[in-house]
């Protein structure tokens, strides 16, 4: 179901907040022969009303998924933060590549520091958080989508169950 322009965004600032977060962000798509791709994003942001996100991919790093984008196939993300498990999944029925708006090198590499912080509290080495960033650096696209739907994915009870719009 694509969200009227007049239904509440299924993305509030709370939820917002979160995504824009120390999170482990995934993206993920398919093939028009329903092949899966993955690529891991380097951060995000969400427009002021809740209705639009962008992910900020690596090129070189995100072929596979970039090609199926292309081809008009949908777009789902995961979005979890390491310390917690605490984990959304976002998905649109499709995304467009965008070129990079200024200052959105800049929240990559907010995010690829914070991110950082977050696995090196968890006793992972300031050396492994940095080879799992280098992509911050890569020639980068912004995915741009609207969320069409929402899960909670944090393990437990609740996993699976869809977000409903906050009014």
């Known amino acids: 179901m694509t969200p009227m322009s007049q239904d509440p965004p299924l993305l509030d600032a709370t939820r917002a907040a979160f995504l824009t977060g120390p999170v482990a962000i995934n993206l993920a798509s398919r093939s028009d022969a329903l092949v899966p791709s993955i690529t891991r994003a380097f951060g995000c942001r969400v427009s002021n009303d809740g209705r639009t996100v962008v992910v900020f991919l690596s090129v070189a790093r995100s072929q596979a998924v970039l090609r199926d984008l292309d081809q008009g196939a949908p777009v789902a993300v995961i979005f979890s933060r390491p310390q917690t498990h605490e984990s ?6 499709r995304a ?3 070129t990079l708006a200024p200052g959105d090198r800049e929240l990559m590499r907010a995010y690829g520091a914070a991110f950082s912080a977050e696995i090196q509290a968890l006793g992972y080495t300031s050396e492994f958080a940095a080879a799992l960033m280098t992509g911050v650096d890569d020639q980068a696209v912004g995915i741009n989508f609207t969320p069409t739907a929402a899960f909670e994915q944090t393990p437990g009870p609740h996993a699976g169950e869809p977000l ?3 009014t």
Do not use: M, Y
């Open 96 to 98: 467009d590549v965008l």
């Open 164 to 166: 409903e719009p906050r």
């Open 88 to 93: 959304l999944q976002v998905k649109g029925s």
